[in-house]
């Protein structure tokens, strides 16, 4: 029991490259969230699903794109990354409300 | 407008005496509270909750204090060990927000031995 997994761990991109984060939960949980955390700030929900082929915006999706295929797995895509985008990404999943948390992807856009 | 304020950035303390973190939130709607805890390059970790129909909540060493009218609530850490040395984070929801939370923008609690 893996609970919540993301990969990458760490990322470099240039700007205007794109890519794809994926966060996977073991746990059978409906609901899968993506944050991303800058220093001094909490964090900031990006986007939500509340169920396979559903998506949400957040407090902060612009630049971001989201899509829940299985209910296992959540993909966070940065279709043109931007310097702004530099961050650490955190994906978690529930079924009521307490959230369970990846250990992060760490991404850098130069 | 950030709905969930923690005030203070750092603390520290010393082993065996008592941590207390303290939050803020504006928003009348929440009705679950909870607290994080988090270490370098983890995810943050689940540590205690509180619902809004309660004032308190203990869990070992960690309890969580809510005070409704003033729209406060504070972890406790009683004793401290330097293995408590992370940041923390409350955060909240309300109903109906398809479980999302709010955070607090954390604090670096610091236990010294």
């Known amino acids: 029991n893996a609970g919540v997994t993301q990969t990458p761990k760490f990322r470099v991109l240039k700007t205007g490259q794109s890519m794809t984060l994926l966060c996977a939960q073991d746990m059978n949980h409906e609901y899968m969230y993506w944050y991303r955390q800058d220093p001094g700030m909490g964090l900031r929900l990006i986007h939500y699903s509340v169920g396979e082929g559903t998506t949400a915006k957040g407090e902060v999706p612009d630049g971001y794109n989201v899509s829940r295929l299985k209910k296992q797995n959540f993909l966070l895509g940065l279709e043109s990354a931007a310097p702004s985008q530099t961050s650490v990404y955190f994906c978690a999943s529930t079924s009521r409300e307490t959230q369970y948390f990846g250990p992060g992807t760490r991404l850098l856009v130069l | 407008d950030q709905q969930v304020k923690q005030n203070s950035p750092s603390l520290s303390v010393q082993e065996g005496r008592i941590s207390i973190l303290n939050c803020d939130y504006t928003n009348s709607m929440f009705d679950y509270f909870l607290w994080y805890k988090k270490y370098p390059a983890e995810g943050p970790t689940f540590l205690i909750s509180?619902?809004?129909?309660?004032d308190k909540n203990e869990d070992g060493r960690f309890t969580v204090f809510l005070n409704k009218s003033a729209k406060h609530l504070s972890l406790h850490i009683v004793p401290s060990q330097p293995g408590d040395s992370a940041v923390y984070f409350c955060?909240?929801?309300?109903?109906?927000?398809?479980?999302?939370?709010?955070f607090g923008s954390g604090t670096q609690l610091t236990v010294l031995p």
């Open positions: 955060a909240a929801t309300y109903p109906g927000s398809a479980r999302q939370l709010t």
């Open positions: 509180i619902s809004s129909i309660k």
